[in-house]
């Protein structure tokens, strides 16, 4: 939530990054308990993907330099799995490969 401020952050980026921002989802005013934002599951997920790695699942990297090329070579990896899926595996049957035919959109 926004409890917090990051000025440092904010200055690193107007340096370093020219171009991006960091858009704080705020709650819903007068919302209580769990509330789901929008957008935020493909970041989840995201996150989720990745640690499935195991040199992602903990910072066992000494350097940021090398914690960013383990997460991009996760996501290449991840990516050339997506493209192409291993052959050798026997296809799951779509459940509803009738009413495929019949979902416009």
Known sequence: DSKSHNHRLEG???ENAAGSRIEVVRRPPGSE???KLPRRWVVE???AWLGRYRRNSRDYERSTGSSEAMIKVSSI???RRFLKPDQSKKPVPFKY???QGNVTG
Do not use: D, Q
């Open 12 to 14: 690193w980026l107007v």
């Open 33 to 35: 308990g769990y509330v």
């Open 45 to 47: 997920r995201t996150f």
């Open 77 to 79: 990896h991840r990516m």
């Open 97 to 99: 490969r009738e009413l």
